[in-house]
């Protein structure tokens, strides 16, 4: 017998009984009454647990064609750059489906080869590659524990909850630091960004700085805080020990903490644990040491959703990874719980109130955990900086870099304009950049009511800002915006 791969669940089928057949045969109502007893065989196990397979109203089969036929094209419009570009590479449809059948691989090698092709539209990535290079250049910092000129361990806490989350870091570097013996501190991104974005060669330079980095410690075991950076550690930088966090402080005594709810919470696992076991029952064990009571949602484990960052979903389709994040804080009414930064940086901006563990674990004093609002791009730029120039001063007691001219320009915005900004990704130090160079040199557009518009090109993109000057280097932003052509003449103002 022909064994097929088809698989339809019938855990929540109730069985019918059949309607006998009289001997003249089925009427119609007869015929339509037994024909109701069949199912509609189908897998589509994936694609009822995924927003994203839902979002384009297909299943894998059919998205595999779209895919080949996208790479496939010489002339004409390629439709499926943005299906491509959209997928979190969580893998869930993989670890769910009965054939092992991956997205991830699939819209990944799509995204590797298009940009060998030069056919990856700037505009999905650009500004998560530019992030990082910002994490792992002004935004990182090494240094062997004060004191010390040699490290058995380095703390990485990763560039999300550096940027999400500044107030735990030295808290909890300082705990791990009286507990074991020489751990250093390591703050950068671990160039998981590149791998999403299918840069290949931006992924090899930021791994083969990574190692350098890491020997030039003496190769120590690493700590990593972020499931995403141990994931990325443990596939592409197999001579590096990285264990983590969770799995360090299940060992040891918890520092005290604050109150933890009285009523159970939502536990979300990233997706980037579900193939960690170890780190997904630390923090459980961590949870029950603390009191706090939970439940499981529904896709949890292995199985876990993502919170709509992963493979940089957001950067290429922001709509729908809003999506992908209502629909995982909808599955529960309680209050959530996670362990990654970042899904608790998300869950917060659909509403949903959300706690990070090490809230619990190193509570900042007179705030709620779960009151924290969403972290923008620019509040987590400006958090990274902040955080290494904090830590320079407070731990190993080094001056900062001066500050560059244009940081002491103040912006003054209302709530309209911030969200404008936000929702365009343009970044409060470009702005400022941008209003230094325009009141240096002159070169903008005066409207004559007493405000004024001028443009930057620091990389790619042009960035344009509709300002006006308040004196004592104070500027009111009403609006900006940016594109990608280039501007080769423009006004001078008087």
């Given at each position: 017998?022909?064994?097929?791969?088809?698989?339809?669940?019938?855990s929540?089928?109730?069985?019918?009984?059949p309607?006998?057949?009289?001997?003249?045969?089925?009427?119609v109502?007869?015929?339509?009454?037994?024909?109701?007893?069949?199912?509609?065989?189908?897998?589509?196990?994936?694609?009822?647990r995924?927003v994203?397979l839902?979002?384009?109203?297909?299943?894998?089969?059919?998205?595999?064609?779209e895919?080949?036929?996208?790479?496939?094209?010489?002339?004409?419009?390629?439709?499926s750059?943005?299906?491509?570009?959209?997928?979190?590479?969580?893998g869930?449809c993989?670890?769910?489906?009965?054939?092992?059948f991956?997205?991830?691989?699939?819209?990944?090698?799509?995204?590797?080869?298009?940009?060998?092709q030069?056919?990856?539209?700037?505009?999905?990535?650009d500004?998560?590659?530019?992030?990082?290079?910002?994490?792992?250049?002004?935004g990182?910092?090494?240094?062997?524990a004060?004191?010390r000129?040699?490290?058995?361990?380095l703390?990485?806490?990763?560039?999300h909850?550096?940027?999400g989350?500044?107030g735990?870091i030295?808290?909890?570097?300082?705990?791990?630091?009286?507990?074991?013996?020489?751990v250093?501190?390591?703050?950068?991104?671990?160039?998981?960004?590149?791998?999403?974005?299918?840069?290949?060669?931006?992924?090899?330079?930021?791994?083969?700085?990574?190692?350098?980095?890491?020997?030039?410690?003496g190769?120590?075991?690493v700590i990593?805080?972020c499931?995403?950076?141990l994931?990325?550690?443990r596939?592409?930088a197999?001579?590096?020990?990285?264990v983590?966090?969770?799995?360090?402080?299940?060992d040891?005594?918890?520092?005290?903490?604050?109150?933890?709810?009285?009523e159970?919470?939502?536990?979300?696992?990233?997706?980037t644990?579900?193939?960690?076991?170890?780190?997904?029952?630390?923090v459980?064990?961590?949870?029950?040491?603390l009191?706090?009571?939970?439940e499981e949602?529904?896709?949890t484990?292995?199985?876990t959703?993502?919170c709509?960052?992963?493979?940089?979903?957001?950067?290429?389709n922001?709509?729908?990874?809003?999506?992908?994040?209502?629909?995982r804080?909808e599955?529960?009414?309680?209050?959530?719980?996670t362990y990654?930064?970042?899904?608790?940086?998300?869950?917060?901006?659909?509403?949903k109130r959300?706690?990070?563990?090490l809230?619990?674990?190193?509570?900042?004093?007179?705030?709620?955990?779960?009151?924290r609002?969403?972290?923008?791009?620019?509040?987590?730029?400006?958090d990274r900086?902040?955080?290494?120039?904090?830590l320079?001063?407070?731990?190993?007691?080094?001056?900062?870099?001066p500050m560059?001219?244009?940081e002491?320009?103040?912006l003054?915005?209302?709530?309209?304009?911030?969200?404008?900004?936000?929702k365009?990704r343009?970044?409060?130090?470009?702005?400022?950049?941008?209003?230094?160079?325009?009141?240096?040199?002159?070169?903008?557009?005066?409207r004559?009511?007493?405000?004024?518009?001028a443009?930057l090109?620091?990389s790619?993109?042009?960035?344009?800002?509709?300002?006006r000057?308040?004196?004592?280097?104070?500027?009111?932003?009403l609006?900006?915006?940016?594109?990608r052509?280039?501007?080769t003449?423009?006004g001078?103002?008087?």
């Amino acid at each position: 017998p022909f064994e097929t791969r088809l698989f339809t669940d019938i855990s929540d089928v109730a069985p019918l009984p059949p309607s006998p057949a009289p001997p003249e045969g089925y009427d119609v109502a007869g015929a339509k009454e037994e024909a109701a007893r069949c199912l509609q065989c189908q897998c589509m196990e994936c694609v009822k647990r995924c927003v994203y397979l839902q979002e384009y109203r297909g299943y894998p089969k059919r998205y595999a064609r779209e895919i080949y036929n996208n790479l496939a094209i010489v002339q004409g419009s390629r439709t499926s750059n943005r299906m491509i570009n959209s997928c979190s590479l969580c893998g869930q449809c993989e670890r769910i489906c009965p054939n092992g059948f991956s997205m991830r691989d699939l819209c990944l090698g799509a995204r590797r080869e298009m940009v060998r092709q030069n056919r990856m539209p700037p505009s999905a990535h650009d500004f998560a590659l530019e992030d990082m290079a910002l994490s792992n250049s002004t935004g990182a910092l090494l240094r062997h524990a004060p004191g010390r000129e040699a490290s058995s361990y380095l703390f990485f806490p990763g560039c999300h909850l550096a940027g999400g989350s500044p107030g735990t870091i030295a808290p909890l570097y300082d705990f791990l630091r009286d507990r074991i013996d020489g751990v250093g501190l390591w703050l950068r991104c671990c160039g998981a960004p590149a791998r999403w974005a299918g840069r290949e060669d931006l992924f090899d330079s930021a791994m083969e700085e990574l190692k350098e980095q890491w020997a030039s410690m003496g190769s120590p075991t690493v700590i990593t805080a972020c499931t995403g950076c141990l994931d990325v550690l443990r596939r592409d930088a197999l001579e590096i020990e990285a264990v983590s966090l969770w799995t360090v402080l299940k060992d040891m005594p918890l520092p005290p903490h604050g109150p933890v709810p009285g009523e159970p919470m939502a536990l979300h696992d990233p997706c980037t644990a579900a193939e960690m076991s170890d780190v997904r029952a630390a923090v459980r064990d961590i949870c029950s040491s603390l009191g706090i009571a939970m439940e499981e949602l529904p896709e949890t484990g292995e199985r876990t959703s993502c919170c709509g960052f992963g493979g940089l979903q957001r950067n290429a389709n922001e709509p729908l990874a809003d999506r992908v994040a209502a629909a995982r804080v909808e599955e529960n009414p309680r209050d959530y719980l996670t362990y990654c930064a970042m899904c608790r940086n998300l869950f917060a901006r659909a509403g949903k109130r959300t706690a990070h563990l090490l809230d619990f674990l190193f509570p900042e004093a007179g705030k709620d955990s779960f009151d924290r609002p969403y972290a923008g791009c620019s509040r987590q730029r400006d958090d990274r900086l902040a955080l290494v120039r904090a830590l320079q001063s407070s731990h190993w007691m080094e001056e900062n870099r001066p500050m560059e001219p244009h940081e002491s320009i103040v912006l003054v915005m209302d709530d309209s304009v911030l969200a404008l900004l936000e929702k365009r990704r343009i970044v409060h130090d470009t702005v400022k950049r941008l209003l230094f160079e325009a009141e240096r040199t002159g070169a903008s557009m005066d409207r004559g009511d007493g405000t004024f518009i001028a443009s930057l090109r620091p990389s790619l993109v042009t960035y344009w800002v509709e300002y006006r000057p308040l004196g004592d280097g104070r500027y009111e932003v009403l609006g900006a915006w940016s594109h990608r052509m280039v501007v080769t003449e423009g006004g001078r103002r008087p």
